[in-house]
């Protein structure tokens, strides 16, 4: 059975992701700071599709908690097949009115975060030939106002995404970049698919569908959204 490791795993698209992946098969490893919603998602999917789910606390903002995250995982299921690097956080503001702390807090997940996960399970997937998936997002080639902290965080995961993959061409790096999804960023889930809003399921088949094409096949990125 493959293993997937699945970040920001307890809401929204790393939920669906994980849930999609069980579906499929995979034995997995999920985290997130919420443990208890890990813990009733694991128990659930262990149930449901016979699945193991190893689930850990994880703040991607912390190397030390990164480190530990992986080390249990790594010890738990000896490699890892597929990394979902999608844990992250929303800032609003102008970058003129973005505060030091906020500027810093975006970076250290958003950025960092993609960049010490990725680092830290690298070995096991050149290793195994694996696959990265990295949630960025639509504006990661785009200038938005008043999200420029957002948007220049995301622009630097995908630049460290493209720039793995240049130094390990036998690991598939993917890049997600969705456009809105109905999830807790926003606050609480509820917003429609007439509004232009996805749903974190269709995040999680199209991963799937991709995780399906032939093993020399690579698709280093998709932009996609709702239509209305
Ligand atoms: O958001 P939400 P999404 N350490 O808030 C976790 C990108 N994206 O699913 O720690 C570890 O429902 C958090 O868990 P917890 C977006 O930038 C979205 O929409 O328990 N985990 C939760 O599981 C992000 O990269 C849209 O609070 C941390 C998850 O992340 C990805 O999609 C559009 C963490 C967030 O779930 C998933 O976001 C787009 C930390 N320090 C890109 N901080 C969209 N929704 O419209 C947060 O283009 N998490």
Not at 132 to 153: D, R
């Amino acid at each position: 059975m493959k293993v997937a490791v699945v970040t920001g795993a307890s809401k929204g698209i790393g939920r669906a992701i994980a849930e999609a992946l069980a579906r499929e098969g995979y034995n997995l490893a999920l985290g997130a700071r919420s443990v208890d919603l890990l813990e009733g998602l694991s128990r659930e999917l262990e149930e449901k599709h016979g699945v193991k789910v190893l689930h850990r606390y994880l703040d991607v903002s912390s190397p030390q908690s990164l480190k530990e995250f992986a080390e249990a995982v790594l010890e738990e299921f000896r490699g890892v097949d597929l990394l979902v690097v999608n844990a992250g956080i929303p800032m609003g503001g102008r970058l003129d009115e973005v505060s030091d702390e906020d500027m810093e807090r975006v970076f250290q997940v958003n950025a960092l975060g993609v960049w010490r996960t990725i680092k830290l399970f690298l070995p096991s997937l050149k290793e195994r030939r694996g696959t990265v998936a990295v949630v960025t997002s639509y504006i990661s080639t785009m200038i938005l106002a008043n999200a420029g902290a957002y948007v220049a965080s995301k622009w630097a995961a995908r630049a460290f995404t493209k720039t793995f993959q240049v130094e390990n061409p036998e690991v598939k790096f993917i890049e997600l970049r969705p456009g809105m999804v109905d999830t807790y960023f926003y606050g609480k889930p509820g917003r429609k698919i007439e509004e232009g809003f996805m749903k974190p399921e269709d995040v999680a088949e199209l991963l799937v569908a991709l995780l399906k094409l032939p093993k020399h096949v690579l698709v280093e990125e998709v932009l996609f959204r709702s239509i209305y």
